[in-house]
């Protein structure tokens, strides 16, 4: 029996051995083989990585920012490309000693490069970690805010301004002074003083709120820009206030700025041009901001021309005089600096002769020194259409948010676009104007992004008095508290433009008043029920009318006698029923009746054959659209037209939209599917908006011609219209929205064919059957595609029934790693968000928002092997708010990094205890805001108050801070432009204890 178990023995060593040779033999004799696919693979990487690096180029031309990882990526595959292609060398050289019939004489050598080139799991690596990248390997660089977007100035040298900068940084660090002013001559520089203090404490304050006041005062403004920083008053945090521009006494109490002593810390910086009025606002600080001496002067003025003007000796003695003439002014200082710096000797001279000509003698001594000097400016845009673009900027009222959509329509209305083809045409040379505006200090950028401009209040009184002086006269009245306006007969002779924007007037002229060269009036946000015959019978050329926001209810005879008619506005007025004298008004170009009272598009429109752009949206009584009307316009570039539930003609009248050969910009909305006609075209269009269903989208206004969105409310998803969504959705990639959708059960499969995998934004509300976005285990067709790869924003709110984001535990088939914004509200069935895994590939999140889902428990659960490499690079802000049931955000134990997050808010979350075990690394984090548990309560109270009631007793043992295993930073300000920080004992956050 032992001889059979050798034998035994004996026999599987002597298989074992033959595997190995045979194996062993396979590398001599597959050699070529395995070297042409290590080729191969080597050929895959690397073009992967030209793939990937082109998209990091392209990334980086746009000012995106990289995705964590991207870079050690491209850096570990050039690695490992290197050392492939030595290999690959070095096996060609050795080829030569080989015979040419294949075999070589040297078998080692065989072996040796046949085996090492069967070792590709490092390239096939590579290939696996780099297929994300391919789908993305960036993510949009944020829109700051306005202290965040600040650049600090450089203030070597300039004494005046450094020794104010310390003195209101003194006063704001100084515990018993609540309100500090800052007072000086208009272009001082005061505003650019509070932002820069702003920048430099901000680390102290929990928020800072910055609001412009004007000369008049706007307090729902007021209370809108500081709504949330005041809550954060109340709430007993630190936080800075900045009221720039101030004119006049502020009752804090009215505008809801919590002040006081019981509030000290409310901290509240003021800017103005009267001392007065710091001694009215009871300032304990006041601080004086002077021109500059003539030596800081010249620094200020050589940071903004370069050194040029120091090392021309042609020029020095010129730009010297020339800087004189600025009055120690900066903003003056900027303008004529940024004017004259790529000009030549000549100019410079020429500029210095016009500067000083004495201004007007009959104008405001505060803006008599800035007059001249920025009327130079002014002489020296580039043409006519830049210098229209800056005199049209001051007929709105002092400090708006210029929308620069209405310039286009007004500058197409005036015909001030030379060679006009488009509308598009015209977007770009409003764009272009204002670029250079603002390159010369002339326009400010808005708070509301590249969409709207602002003009400085000096800047906008010298352009009103150029307004004045020239070919144009304007009569700028916006929002001065107007309740009527009478004028007299001989002062209207020479108005070329009226605005009276924004005021409460009710009455206007009703007798015979001569404008013989108006031709823009501005009469938009109103109180206006009529406008007389006499007063349209007296601006006969006026080409621009704007009535837009009053309560007009029928439209003037006389109308019908402008010679010259090119944009009207009437929307906003909800009584005006009949528009029937419109079609007399052949020469308009665009044409809005938004949010007017019209049941019907009136066969008149279709004789306004010049139309660019109609829009008739928000118009709850249209019923009906003249047959044949639309496609009349064939001029018509741009349409927006909502239909209501129970308008007639739908159908009929989209096929004469599609009839116009002009248009590249669509806004429709219809109540039903079927309204739209099969195989409707969108592939010319730039842009579009469609919106099905009954109810009415929330989206915005659409304000650029080349976006995209698809709405659906309450409809059933069916064919053959998902056929038409699937090509809609190839060609565009809209932005996606469903509500109310009751046949939907999930994105994937319900919707995959339809191409909603390949979407970048969805919003999904009030869908009660969806119980998961991916239902895996009923996906059909077999692929390795994985789904939600392309997706940037997901908002889901009010689903029912959802329970998953997807039902199975890992992300075999999932991917999120381009998710920017996840937010998740009213999802009472949802228990987990994401396992480890999936929370890793979140590589982009920015912000998550979750509240009211009573059901969940968990975030973020599981392990992973790579716990060093946990990092959410982007994430800035983490918002949960009445999330009952969650223990924590993370359940697993390893440690997780949070390079980016600034802000973390936990309200109304009874069970969590802690954040998470492990160490959670914080650097940037700066507010971490818990509401104690007995109030204040804000949504549904009687709820809140007994879930707390009835858990008061366990929650007694939680004593602990939420990050009591958080490690936290331990710096608590930063020098801009240093790599020095100031250390602290303590860290710069504030933790609210659980207390009882």
């Given at each position: 029996?032992?001889e059979?178990?050798?034998t035994?023995?004996a026999?599987k060593v002597?298989?074992?051995?033959f595997?190995?040779?045979k194996?062993?033999?396979?590398?001599?004799?597959?050699?070529?083989?395995?070297?042409?696919e290590?080729?191969?693979e080597?050929?895959?990487?690397?073009?992967?990585?030209?793939?990937?690096q082109?998209?990091?180029e392209?990334?980086?031309?746009?000012?995106?920012?990289?995705?964590?990882?991207?870079e050690?990526?491209?850096?570990?595959?050039?690695?490992?490309?290197?050392k492939?292609?030595e290999?690959?060398?070095e096996?060609?050289n050795?080829?030569?000693?080989?015979?040419?019939?294949?075999?070589?004489?040297n078998?080692?050598?065989?072996?040796?490069?046949?085996k090492?080139?069967?070792q590709t799991?490092?390239l096939?690596?590579?290939?696996?970690?780099?297929?994300?990248y391919?789908s993305?390997?960036?993510?949009d660089?944020?829109?700051?805010?306005?202290i965040?977007?600040?650049q600090t100035?450089?203030?070597?040298?300039?004494?005046?301004?450094?020794?104010a900068l310390?003195?209101?940084i003194?006063?704001?660090?100084?515990e018993?002074?609540q309100?500090?002013?800052?007072?000086g001559?208009?272009?001082?520089?005061?505003t650019?003083l509070?932002?820069?203090?702003a920048?430099?404490?901000?680390n102290l304050?929990?928020?800072?709120?910055?609001?412009?006041?004007?000369?008049?005062?706007?307090?729902?403004k007021?209370?809108?820009?500081?709504?949330?920083?005041?809550?954060?008053?109340?709430?007993?945090?630190?936080?800075?206030?900045?009221?720039?521009?101030v004119?006049e006494?502020?009752?804090?109490?009215?505008?809801s700025?919590?002040?006081?002593?019981?509030?000290?810390n409310?901290?509240?910086?003021?800017?103005?041009?009267?001392?007065?009025?710091?001694?009215?606002?009871?300032?304990?600080?006041?601080i004086?901001?002077n021109?500059?001496?003539?030596?800081e002067?010249w620094i200020?003025?050589?940071?903004?021309?370069g050194?040029?003007?120091e090392?021309?000796?042609?020029?020095?003695?010129?730009?010297m005089?020339?800087a004189?003439e600025c009055?120690?002014?900066?903003?003056i200082?900027?303008?004529?600096?940024?004017?004259l710096k790529?000009?030549?000797?000549?100019?410079w001279?020429?500029?210095?002769?016009?500067?000083?000509k004495?201004?007007?003698a009959n104008?405001?001594?505060?803006?008599?020194?800035?007059?001249?000097?920025?009327?130079?400016?002014?002489?020296?845009?580039e043409?006519?259409?830049?210098?229209?673009?800056?005199?049209?900027?001051?007929?709105?009222?002092?400090?708006?948010?210029?929308?620069?959509?209405?310039l286009?329509?007004?500058?197409?209305?005036?015909?001030k676009?030379k060679?006009?083809?488009?509308?598009e045409?015209?977007?770009?040379?409003?764009?272009?104007?204002?670029?250079?505006l603002?390159?010369?200090s002339?326009?400010?950028?808005a708070?509301?992004?590249g969409?709207?401009?602002?003009?400085?209040?000096?800047?906008?009184d010298?352009?009103?008095?150029?307004?004045?002086?020239g070919?144009?006269?304007f009569?700028v009245m916006?929002k001065k508290?107007l309740?009527?306006?009478l004028?007299?007969?001989?002062?209207s002779?020479?108005y070329?433009?009226?605005?009276?924007?924004?005021?409460?007037?009710?009455?206007l002229?009703?007798?015979?008043?001569?404008?013989?060269?108006?031709?823009?009036?501005y009469?938009q946000?109103n109180?206006l029920?009529?406008?007389?015959?006499?007063?349209?019978?007296?601006?006969?050329n006026?080409?621009?009318l704007?009535?837009?926001?009053?309560c007009?209810?029928f439209?003037?005879?006389?109308?019908?006698g402008?010679?010259?008619?090119?944009?009207?506005?009437?929307?906003?007025?909800?009584?005006?029923c009949?528009?029937s004298i419109?079609?007399?008004?052949?020469?308009?170009?665009?044409?809005?009746?938004?949010?007017?009272?019209?049941?019907?598009?009136?066969a008149?429109?279709?004789?306004?054959?010049n139309?660019?752009r109609l829009?008739v949206?928000?118009?709850?009584e249209?019923s009906?659209?003249t047959?044949?009307?639309?496609?009349?316009?064939?001029?018509?570039?741009?349409?927006?037209?909502?239909?209501?539930?129970?308008s007639?003609?739908?159908?009929?009248?989209?096929a004469?939209?599609?009839?116009?050969?002009?248009?590249?910009?669509?806004?429709?909305?219809v109540?039903?599917?079927?309204?739209?006609?099969?195989?409707f075209?969108?592939?010319?269009?730039?842009?579009?908006?469609?919106?099905?269903?009954?109810?009415y989208?929330?989206?915005?206004m659409?304000i650029?011609?080349t976006?995209?969105?698809l709405?659906?409310f309450?409809?059933?998803?069916?064919?053959p219209?998902?056929?038409?969504m699937?090509?809609?959705?190839?060609?565009?990639?809209?932005?996606?929205s469903?509500?109310?959708?009751?046949n939907?059960?999930n994105?994937?499969?319900?919707?995959?064919?339809?191409?909603?995998n390949?979407?970048?934004?969805?919003?999904m509300?009030?869908c009660?059957?969806?119980?998961c976005?991916?239902d895996i285990?009923?996906?059909?067709?077999?692929?390795?595609?994985?789904?939600?790869?392309?997706?940037?924003?997901?908002h889901?709110?009010?689903l029912?029934?959802?329970?998953?984001?997807?039902?199975?535990p890992?992300d075999?088939?999932?991917?999120?790693t381009?998710?920017?914004n996840l937010?998740?509200?009213?999802?009472?069935?949802?228990?987990?968000?994401?396992?480890?895994?999936?929370?890793?590939?979140?590589?982009?999140?920015?912000?998550?928002?979750?509240?009211?889902?009573?059901?969940?428990?968990?975030?973020?659960?599981g392990?992973?092997?790579?716990?060093?490499?946990?990092?959410f690079?982007?994430?800035?802000?983490?918002?949960l708010?009445?999330?009952?049931?969650?223990?924590?955000?993370?359940?697993?134990?390893?440690?997780?990094?949070?390079?980016?997050?600034?802000?973390?808010?936990v309200?109304?979350?009874?069970?969590?205890?802690?954040?998470?075990?492990?160490?959670?690394?914080?650097?940037k984090?700066?507010?971490?805001?818990h509401v104690?548990?007995?109030?204040?309560?804000?949504?549904?109270?009687?709820?809140?108050?007994?879930?707390?009631?009835?858990r008061k007793a366990k929650?007694q043992?939680s004593?602990?801070p939420l990050?009591?295993?958080?490690?936290?930073?331990?710096t608590?300000s930063?020098?801009?432009?240093?790599?020095?920080?100031?250390q602290?004992?303590?860290?710069?956050i504030?933790?609210?204890?659980?207390?009882?």
């Amino acid at each position: 029996m032992a001889e059979g178990v050798v034998t035994s023995v004996a026999g599987k060593v002597v298989d074992s051995m033959f595997v190995v040779a045979k194996k062993e033999i396979g590398y001599m004799w597959n050699c070529k083989y395995n070297v042409e696919e290590f080729r191969s693979e080597v050929q895959k990487l690397n073009d992967m990585k030209g793939r990937i690096q082109q998209k990091i180029e392209l990334a980086k031309n746009k000012g995106d920012n990289l995705v964590h990882g991207v870079e050690g990526w491209v850096n570990d595959v050039n690695a490992e490309i290197s050392k492939a292609e030595e290999f690959i060398t070095e096996e060609a050289n050795a080829k030569k000693t080989c015979f040419g019939i294949g075999l070589c004489g040297n078998w080692s050598t065989l072996h040796h490069y046949g085996k090492k080139a069967t070792q590709t799991t490092s390239l096939m690596k590579l290939q696996e970690l780099g297929k994300p990248y391919e789908s993305f390997v960036s993510v949009d660089t944020p829109i700051p805010g306005q202290i965040d977007c600040y650049q600090t100035k450089n203030l070597d040298g300039i004494i005046t301004q450094n020794s104010a900068l310390g003195d209101i940084i003194t006063a704001i660090e100084d515990e018993s002074v609540q309100i500090i002013g800052i007072y000086g001559v208009g272009g001082v520089g005061k505003t650019t003083l509070a932002k820069e203090v702003a920048a430099r404490v901000k680390n102290l304050f929990a928020a800072v709120a910055f609001t412009t006041i004007s000369q008049t005062l706007d307090a729902d403004k007021i209370k809108k820009d500081t709504e949330n920083e005041t809550k954060r008053i109340m709430k007993g945090e630190k936080v800075l206030i900045i009221l720039d521009d101030v004119w006049e006494k502020l009752d804090l109490e009215e505008l809801s700025i919590p002040f006081g002593k019981k509030r000290m810390n409310c901290k509240i910086l003021l800017t103005s041009r009267n001392e007065d009025v710091c001694d009215r606002m009871n300032a304990q600080s006041k601080i004086c901001v002077n021109s500059l001496p003539l030596k800081e002067a010249w620094i200020l003025f050589k940071h903004v021309v370069g050194d040029k003007v120091e090392t021309d000796i042609n020029l020095k003695s010129i730009a010297m005089e020339v800087a004189k003439e600025c009055s120690g002014l900066p903003l003056i200082i900027d303008v004529i600096g940024n004017t004259l710096k790529n000009r030549d000797v000549n100019s410079w001279k020429a500029a210095l002769t016009q500067i000083r000509k004495n201004a007007p003698a009959n104008i405001d001594p505060s803006i008599k020194k800035a007059f001249t000097r920025l009327k130079l400016s002014y002489d020296y845009l580039e043409n006519e259409e830049v210098q229209w673009c800056f005199l049209q900027c001051s007929m709105y009222p002092e400090d708006s948010q210029i929308w620069l959509e209405e310039l286009v329509h007004y500058g197409v209305g005036l015909e001030k676009f030379k060679e006009l083809e488009n509308m598009e045409d015209a977007r770009s040379s409003v764009q272009n104007a204002v670029n250079i505006l603002k390159s010369s200090s002339l326009l400010l950028d808005a708070k509301n992004g590249g969409q709207y401009a602002k003009m400085h209040d000096v800047v906008r009184d010298v352009a009103l008095l150029i307004a004045s002086k020239g070919k144009t006269n304007f009569l700028v009245m916006a929002k001065k508290g107007l309740t009527k306006w009478l004028p007299r007969n001989n002062i209207s002779q020479s108005y070329t433009g009226i605005s009276l924007m924004c005021n409460r007037i009710s009455e206007l002229p009703e007798y015979q008043i001569s404008f013989p060269r108006l031709e823009a009036a501005y009469l938009q946000q109103n109180d206006l029920s009529s406008i007389s015959d006499e007063f349209i019978k007296g601006m006969k050329n006026a080409r621009v009318l704007v009535l837009e926001h009053n309560c007009i209810s029928f439209l003037p005879q006389s109308l019908m006698g402008l010679s010259e008619p090119r944009m009207l506005n009437l929307s906003r007025n909800e009584f005006l029923c009949d528009i029937s004298i419109l079609g007399e008004l052949k020469g308009l170009e665009i044409l809005f009746l938004n949010k007017t009272g019209i049941k019907e598009v009136p066969a008149c429109i279709g004789e306004l054959v010049n139309l660019r752009r109609l829009e008739v949206t928000y118009c709850f009584e249209l019923s009906y659209t003249t047959p044949g009307v639309i496609k009349k316009l064939e001029r018509l570039e741009e349409l927006r037209i909502h239909f209501g539930i129970h308008s007639n003609g739908i159908h009929e009248c989209l096929a004469e939209v599609m009839c116009l050969s002009m248009l590249t910009y669509l806004d429709i909305k219809v109540p039903r599917l079927h309204d739209i006609p099969e195989g409707f075209n969108f592939d010319k269009l730039k842009g579009f908006g469609i919106q099905i269903g009954e109810e009415y989208s929330t989206n915005p206004m659409f304000i650029n011609s080349t976006e995209r969105y698809l709405t659906f409310f309450g409809i059933t998803l069916e064919f053959p219209f998902l056929k038409w969504m699937k090509k809609l959705i190839e060609v565009s990639r809209p932005y996606a929205s469903l509500y109310k959708i009751q046949n939907l059960n999930n994105l994937v499969p319900d919707l995959y064919q339809e191409g909603f995998n390949k979407l970048e934004y969805i919003k999904m509300w009030e869908c009660h059957n969806v119980t998961c976005l991916v239902d895996i285990c009923d996906r059909k067709g077999n692929t390795n595609e994985k789904f939600l790869m392309e997706l940037k924003h997901l908002h889901l709110r009010s689903l029912d029934n959802l329970k998953f984001l997807w039902n199975r535990p890992d992300d075999e088939f999932i991917s999120l790693t381009n998710l920017v914004n996840l937010y998740i509200s009213g999802c009472h069935k949802l228990v987990r968000l994401f396992p480890m895994s999936v929370a890793q590939g979140l590589v982009s999140l920015k912000e998550i928002g979750i509240e009211d889902c009573m059901g969940l428990e968990e975030m973020i659960w599981g392990q992973t092997e790579m716990a060093a490499n946990i990092v959410f690079p982007y994430l800035t802000s983490i918002k949960l708010f009445k999330l009952f049931k969650l223990k924590s955000f993370y359940s697993g134990s390893c440690g997780i990094k949070y390079p980016s997050l600034m802000e973390v808010t936990v309200r109304y979350c009874y069970e969590m205890e802690i954040w998470g075990p492990g160490i959670h690394e914080t650097p940037k984090l700066k507010f971490v805001n818990h509401v104690p548990l007995d109030g204040p309560y804000s949504v549904n109270d009687a709820v809140v108050k007994s879930v707390y009631e009835s858990r008061k007793a366990k929650l007694q043992i939680s004593k602990m801070p939420l990050f009591s295993h958080t490690r936290f930073p331990t710096t608590s300000s930063f020098e801009t432009g240093s790599s020095r920080t100031k250390q602290h004992s303590r860290p710069n956050i504030r933790i609210s204890e659980l207390k009882m």
